[in-house]
């Protein structure tokens, strides 16, 4: 399980390794030593909590091959999304994206045009009233950190 603990409580979220075996296989080992970041409000995509994870701690998730491709995600998934160095304008390192779509009407769709996450994951559905709560706290309050975990259940 995938634990993403935020001030206001934490959000669990089930690895689905059928539709995306390297994707979860990926995080589960990279997320054994816990990290913090920064979580802040998607510009384009709608209801999402988008995070970057920093690609020089995480150089085998830049390998993670596109898998369960998804453009236009639904409530409680989790996306990831690697793109390599200077694709993103103004980024020269590779950005590694995780999103979490906590509401409806979510799209992958950027000024740069459609770029598909790997849905490996969804958060609980007992989590959703939370997910949504701190979906519209980072609108309201700005970015705060996030600290991200791997459980074995």
């Given amino acids: 399980m995938l634990v993403f603990a935020f001030k206001a409580g934490e959000l669990h979220a089930q690895l689905d390794p059928q539709l ?19 979580t802040r409000h998607a510009m384009f995509t709608g209801p999402e909590m988008s995070m970057q994870l920093p690609a020089a701690q ?3 998730l830049l390998q ?7 453009i236009m995600p639904v409530e409680g998934q989790v ?6 160095a200077r694709v993103w304008p103004g980024s020269s390192e590779p950005i590694l994206d995780l999103g979490i779509f906590y509401g409806p009407y979510g799209r992958t769709f950027f000024p740069s045009g459609w770029l598909p996450g790997n849905a490996f994951a969804h958060i609980a559905a007992e989590h959703f009233p ?15 950190d996030v600290e ?6």
Avoid: D, W
Wanted: hydrophobic content about 45%; aromatic content about 8%.
């Fill in 20 to 38: 995306a075996p390297e994707t979860c296989a990926a995080f589960s080992e990279a997320l054994r030593t816990p990290v913090t970041i920064r």
């Fill in 58 to 60: 995480y150089p085998q």
């Fill in 64 to 70: 993670v091959p596109q898998e369960a491709a998804v």
């Fill in 79 to 84: 996306l990831f999304t690697s793109l390599p």
């Fill in 130 to 144: 939370l997910m949504k709560q701190i979906g519209r706290s980072l609108i309201e309050s700005g970015a705060q």
């Fill in 148 to 153: 991200l975990s791997f459980r074995s259940i």
